[in-house]
């Protein structure tokens, strides 16, 4: 799988901006403020539909431009296809896939993947287990592009189910629901529990079988024998989520929220049987971010039988020597994007390098 061609127009800082990819190693470079990371987020957008910064889709758009479009040609099995997007300042972005409208993203799914790593990605260790549910969820859908429906009815009952909790009130809570309320909560709570233990099921499933690879991952990276394992954390109580849900209603209603399911879910990173997130150094909690995309992205080659497109932001100053060495040495088979303000980091030998220019410009050097 690759990305041959891209053209960005009115995208960040790119007013007009065409470059043709080399199936390897892809070498970005430029001072500060040149747009590789908006290029390299135009890449990502391209085939995730989504930002890596966390940004909704109208912030892509050039300021002052009335909107932008990210196109781009990706080879995958043995064909070539054309991925286009309009976004524009207001309104709903707008996809094609070989001239014809987008209507899911698991179909872009089936067509293209993509692995990011950035500078923020220290989050997946440090911050909040939202981050850490979404690379799983990523992962799910990866392997399986059709489980995407899970996810997505999954957020969609949670929210309707919340939306019914805010609207009878938390008064409901202390003097009990009416017949009807009581019927349509029951009606929820089957949704919430069916979709909840299938969501939570294939988190396990990605999660036992992810951990290898991350830990040789983090192997490769850190250059050492540390011990890395990952577990999934259950959003409530107890084995079963019927009766989790079931104790929980008079809480929920009081609150106005659902309190247990796998939204509460969190992935467990322990390194050396010790949680990463409160006991590695910023140093070990860095390669872990990584050792986590490496991981999966080595999953999803070995699951699809092709690699995604791997971007790589600014990953080198973040990383010592030793490590950025260890890192070069360990690079997946397959193409990928690096991006780097201090031109080619000691050891890396691209098969393509381009030079970005302040203001604007892309001109390949080798």
Known sequence: MELQQLWLRDIRSHVATDVRLDPGVNLLTGPNGSGKTNLAEAVGFLVSLRSFRGVPADALVRAGASSGTVRGEVLSEARTHLIEIEIPERGRTRVLVNRNRLSRRRDLLEVAQVTVFGPDDLELVKGGPGVRRELLDDAVVQIRPVDELIVSDWE?????????????????????????????????????????????????????????????????????????????????????????????????????????????????????????????????????????????????????????????????????????????????????IITSAVGSPSGVEPDAVFELVTGGGVVRTR
Not at 167 to 180: H, T, Y
């Open 156 to 336: 969609r009952v949670l929210r309707q189910r919340n939306a019914f909790l805010k609207q009878v009130g938390p008064s409901a809570g202390r003097r009990g629901l009416d017949d009807s309320a009581s019927i349509t909560l029951d009606v929820w709570d089957d949704k919430l529990i069916q979709l909840g233990t299938a969501l939570h099921g294939l988190r396990a499933v990605v999660v036992g079988r992810l951990g290898p690879f991350v830990a040789a991952a983090y192997r490769n990276v850190a250059g050492d024998r540390s011990d890395v394992t990952l577990s999934l954390q259950p959003g409530w109580e107890g084995a079963d989520l019927t009766e989790a849900v079931a104790a929980a209603r008079v809480d929920d209603l009081r609150r106005g929220v659902t309190t247990v399911g796998p939204h509460r879910d969190d992935l467990r990173i322990d390194l050396n049987g010790l949680a990463a997130r409160t006991h590695a150094s910023q140093g070990e909690q860095r390669c872990l971010a990584l050792a986590l995309r490496l991981g999966v992205h080595e999953f999803v080659t070995t699951a699809r039988g092709t690699p995604p497109i791997l971007v790589l932001d600014d990953v080198f100053s973040e990383l010592d020597p030793v490590r950025s060495a260890a890192l070069v040495a360990s690079l997946p088979a397959g193409q990928t």
